[in-house]
């Protein structure tokens, strides 16, 4: 553990040492149930594919203006969000009334046309927004290639997280098949705050369980359950990990969400490439067997994923803010 954030090692459990899944369960439970978060080491991710991606970020970033526009977020919450355009409004860590000072890009589950989920013309099941080949070569390829990377990581681990739950270790692989998950390339400029004005203000993530990469520019701050803000340490090579609401609706609230925010940078400008994991749209997410009994009764009803995210990005995403952007 450093500065009260445990430093979990999965080498051994993605080598298949045995012993090393329930050691690794172990860890997680107690990460989750104590802080909310944790920094990972020892993960199969290529070192040169997370750099890569950090400079992808950039790439896009430094686009012009009326390039960037073009890419506009779209009713699926894909593509460009110009900074100031959001903020967690619905934040029960802090009253955000000042918009974010980060612009991001967001990218899900690059789906075939001809799949069913992208013909049904469900939310969130859509197409994605990718610049024009010629803008930035070789973008789609490197970040489609990060995905994957990071899907099959994060599916490795859901046999030790479903343990740390003590649920079989097969219990959540199913309903991961064609998830949701998100990937945000995210910039924040070395540019003034005003009071209460953040990089990305205080809040919890809304989804399973979130994987940052970490970069070499600090800003991410994690509060503690004594109510403390704490830098999270930059390890490198390490991914800081968190759970998130839904994970915390789904363990009726035995894992925690815990609230954390990003400063502006100081003299330098940082990248964030957070990989958002979360189930299929039809999973119901309701209180696992495992989280209740008789003098812990189930604290919410049962909701789809689909339902869930909806509502949440309805209440705190608006794509049409992109539109009156000047380029």
Known sequence: MTHGIPIIDVADTISGRPGALRQTSRAIHDALTNVGFFVMTGHNVLAALI??????????????????????MNAHNNGYMAMGRYAVWTSDVNDNDKPDLNEAFFIKRERDPDSALRRSGRRFAGANVWPHEADLPGFREHILNYQTAMEDFTNRLLPAIAMS??????????????????????????????????????HTDANFMTFLAQSDVPGLQVRTPSGDWLDV?????????????????????????????????????????????????????????????????????????????????????????QHDVAA
Request: charged fraction near 20%; proline fraction near 13%.
């Open 51 to 72: 750099r890569q991606t950090f400079d992808e970020a950039e790439r896009l970033h430094d686009l012009p203006m009326g390039r960037k526009i073009g890419l506009k």
């Open 165 to 202: 739950l003590d649920l079989p270790p097969d219990y959540f692989p199913p309903h991961f098949v064609d998830g949701q998950f998100t990937l945000r390339l995210s910039h924040y400029p070395p540019v003034k705050a005003d009071a209460n004005q953040f990089g990305i203000a205080p």
């Open 233 to 321: 340490p930059s390890i490198p090579g390490s991914f800081a990990v968190n759970s998130g609401d839904m994970m915390r609706r789904w363990t009726n609230g035995r894992f925690l969400s815990t609230p954390h925010r990003a400063l502006p940078p100081l003299g330098q400008h940082r990248y964030a490439i957070p990989f958002f994991l979360a189930p299929h749209l039809d999973t119901v997410i309701e209180c696992l067997p495992t989280c209740t009994g008789p003098d812990n009764p189930q604290r919410w009803k049962p909701i789809t994923y689909e339902s869930w995210v909806t509502a949440w990005t309805d209440a705190n995403y608006d794509p049409k803010r």
